[in-house]
Nanobody, 124 residues
Framework: QVQLVESGGGLVQAGGSLRLSCAASGLAYSRYKMGWFRQAPGKEREFVAVISESGFTTKYADSVKGRSTISRENAKETIYLQMNSLNVEDTGVYYC?????????????????WGQGTQVTVSS
């Protein structure tokens, strides 16, 4: 099991940028793919990005592709999500998640451990 704590959320104007961080702790971290999900008010949780345990493989939702970058710093057991050109549709609670297995599997049920989330609000 891995404990996950997100940070870096906040209020930002449309067109701005944010970098979210997720601090992980636990023996399983090195075996985990890591992902970011988000949930907007009244909507279901959706996949944003995933990175393999090695960091060599990444995958993004179409809605953030080209303006977001997921990365991991394994020595620090920390995962990042850099988001640029933010728009109001990016508003939501962002969750960090970790799990074993194929990083091409991005459904929420393929991640075992979840953080509490960090709020991102984009104003127009």
């Amino acid at each position: 099991q891995v404990q996950l704590v997100e940070s870096g959320g906040g209020l930002v104007q449309a067109g701005g940028s944010l970098r979210l961080s997720c601090a992980a702790s636990g023996l399983a971290y090195s075996r985990y793919k890591m992902g970011w999900f988000r949930q907007a008010p009244g909507k279901e949780r959706e996949f944003v990005a995933v990175i393999s345990e090695s960091g060599f493989t990444t995958k993004y939702a179409d809605s953030v592709k080209g303006r977001s970058t997921i990365s991991r710093e394994n020595a620090k057991e920390t995962i990042y999500l850099q988001m640029n050109s933010l728009n109001v549709e990016d508003t939501g609670v962002y969750y960090c998640a970790g799990g074993e297995g194929d990083p091409s599997l991005v459904g929420a049920d393929s991640f075992e451990d979840w953080g509490q989330g960090t709020q991102v609000t984009v104003s127009s």
